[in-house]
C-alpha cells in the first residue's frame, strides 16, 4: 500500500494489476498535474543566442566556416553543371 505521494511509474510497469480508490486516483493526478505545471518553473529557458553559442562550440571551425558556406550557397563559384567532372 502506498499514498498517492509516493506513488512512481516503476510501480505501475511492475505490476499487472493496481487497485485505487477512487480518492487516491483523484489525489494521485493532482499530484502529476502539480509536477507538470511546476516542471519548468525553477529551469532557465534557453535563448536564441545562447542555443547558437552552444551550436557554434560544438561546430568544428573547419565546418563552420568552410563547409557550411558551400552547403548553404545556391551557386557555387567556377563550378558548371553542364559541364562532366573530370578527375
Not at 499530484?31 to 507538470?36: D, L
Request: aromatic share 8%; glycine share 4%; net charge neutral.
Amino acid at each position: 500500500m502506498k499514498t498517492p505521494g509516493k506513488f512512481n511509474v516503476p510501480d505501475l510497469l511492475k505490476h499487472d494489476y493496481i487497485f485505487v480508490t477512487k480518492q487516491g486516483l483523484i489525489d494521485l493526478e493532482k499530484i502529476i498535474e502539480g509536477r507538470q505545471s511546476n516542471y519548468f518553473r525553477n529551469r532557465k529557458v534557453a535563448s536564441e543566442a545562447s542555443i547558437e553559442r552552444a551550436q557554434n562550440k560544438v561546430i568544428d571551425r573547419f565546418e563552420r566556416e568552410i563547409i557550411k558556406p558551400i552547403l548553404e550557397a545556391e551557386k557555387l563559384e567556377g563550378y558548371n553543371d553542364d559541364l562532366p567532372l573530370a578527375i
